[in-house]
């Protein structure tokens, strides 16, 4: 039966093919978000764990972050002389991040080569294209990889497609029921310091909470990636990694990583009361969701240190709202945003623009919808068909994407395609009107003055601005 040999080291990279959200669902480029956000690499952080706790040595490189290019792997890969090269994949930048392993495979042929990430056709194609690849982790696999790394017999570890011959083997899905048993991310190999809160150029620490969402947006990679099943960690669990985090690494602002942190109230309540009394005095913000935030809740984030929370607004138009499966109202918004303006809670409110059945109006009623919400930050992102998600199979079924093209460099900037009644170039150009007419206008830009208390959020907004007017023009 299969086996994979002993690890004793092992190089885990995001190639250089871009800044990206690597981490689950989201799969985005930061050049596109509005706050330049970049992450640190939490899923190598975890393998990089599993890899430390079976007593391998291991070496994390951010490419992108670090601004090296594929000379610099090839020198890395020649000088650490690794047992193993794990990659960080999207679906955008899968194509071009398997170069990775052609690189190593040239270097020395016994090089394991491995990516991780999500792959609606659980790895088929890409093993097709790709003879240096040597194995592929989907779905949660960091506890199936511990199995791998203990050199578990190949046909019993979950979320694997490796190769058997001339066979590609695809075993069942792994999914992680209980979040309390993964490990702590692996911080001590990374520089912390390279992975900034925007507002205070402070180190940011990214905290796993929780996984699933029980929502059903048709765009949404959730249902796929992490299921609709909400598997929590326990308020202790999380707890205590933040006091890892502030007298380990001197980590105090965070971004605590959820598909709806606020979904279950009694766990953010007892969360926020335990966080209130550590008096630890961090700084956090989070992602919610419009219909789940209540006074109540408000003034507990606010008092245990919450200071931004993300909404997916995604559309003015209700009958948009409607068609993606939100699940929300127009009013709902309005009452979520005006919530969090009483409580004195940053809103950073996500849109998307053109989804399928748009029109320009419906577009325009978006954009007048935003200026009337007067949120903190607005994220308008192109829509992204994702293979494994509704969406995608409806495009596919309307004509509007084609199955057999490649779509690899499209993403929340670049989109595949239009709607049905807005062509592709006019959808591009709207999404520029949108930012025009929301962060250029007189009133937005005194309100993001008046919020300035520190000269690196003079620095923030400076360089998002010019960002973001290089990108319009």
């Known amino acids: 039966m299969p086996f994979i040999r002993e ?31 970049i992450r640190p690499p939490m899923d190598l952080l975890y393998y990089g764990a599993v890899l430390q706790n079976n007593r391998a040595e291991v070496l994390i490189r951010d ?27 999207t679906i955008p930048t899968e194509k071009e991040d398997c170069r990775a392993f052609q690189i190593a495979k040239n270097i020395d042929s016994g090089i394991i080569c491995v990516i991780k990430g ?27 990889f511990a199995a791998f790394i203990g050199r578990t017999n190949l046909t019993e570890i979950k979320g694997l497609t490796y190769r058997n011959g001339s066979k590609i083997v695809t075993n069942d899905d792994s999914w992680v029921t209980d979040l309390d048993s993964l490990p702590y991310p692996a911080r001590n190999l990374i520089n912390n310091a390279a992975y900034k809160m925007p507002d205070n150029g402070n180190p940011m620490g990214l905290i796993l909470v929780a996984k699933g969402c029980p929502y059903s947006c048709r765009f949404c990679l959730v249902p796929a990636v992490s299921g609709k099943t909400v598997r929590l960690r326990s308020t202790d669990s999380v707890l205590a990694e933040i006091i890892e985090c502030v007298n380990r690494y001197g980590i105090k602002d965070f971004w605590f990583r959820a598909d709806t942190f606020t979904v279950n109230k009694a766990w953010v309540l007892d969360f926020c009361r335990k966080v209130k009394n550590s008096n630890l005095n961090i700084r956090w913000a989070t992602n919610s969701r419009v219909d789940t935030i209540d006074e109540s809740l408000a003034a507990a984030l606010k008092g245990a240190g919450c200071f931004s929370l993300g909404f997916g607004v995604e559309s003015g138009s209700q009958k948009i709202l409607d068609k993606m499966n939100k699940g929300i109202t127009k009013e709902q918004i309005r009452k979520a945003v005006s919530i969090c303006k009483k409580y004195k809670i940053q809103t950073y409110l996500f849109f998307v623009l053109g989804l399928p059945w748009e029109t320009v109006e419906d577009i325009n009623e978006t954009i007048s919808f935003a200026r009337q919400l007067n949120g903190d930050v607005f994220n308008f992102s192109l829509a992204t068909y994702f293979p494994g998600t509704d969406l995608y199979d409806f495009a596919v079924s309307a004509g509007l994407i084609d199955e057999s093209k490649d779509y690899s460099g499209c993403d929340y900037g670049h989109p595949m395609t239009g709607t049905l009644y807005v062509s592709r170039q006019d959808l591009i150009a709207l999404q520029k009107k949108a930012y ?31 960002r973001i007017f290089k990108q319009l023009t």
């Open 63 to 89: 490419y992108p972050t670090e601004k090296k290019d594929w000379a610099d792997l090839a020198d890395d890969i020649k000088s650490y002389s690794p047992d193993m090269l794990l990659v960080s994949s």
């Open 436 to 466: 025009r007419k929301i962060l250029f206008r007189p009133g937005y830009i005194v309100q993001c003055l008046k919020n300035i208390n520190n000269p690196q959020k003079i620095y923030w907004y400076a360089k998002s601005a010019l």
């Open 118 to 144: 999500f792959f609606p056709d659980k790895g088929q194609k890409i093993f097709r294209e790709n003879e240096s690849l040597d194995y592929l982790f989907r779905e949660e696999s960091e506890l199936s």
């Open 7 to 37: 690890i004793k080291k092992a190089l885990l990279i995001n190639p250089p093919t871009g800044i990206y959200d690597r981490f689950e669902r989201c799969q985005a480029p930061v050049e596109t978000e509005t706050v330049e956000l």
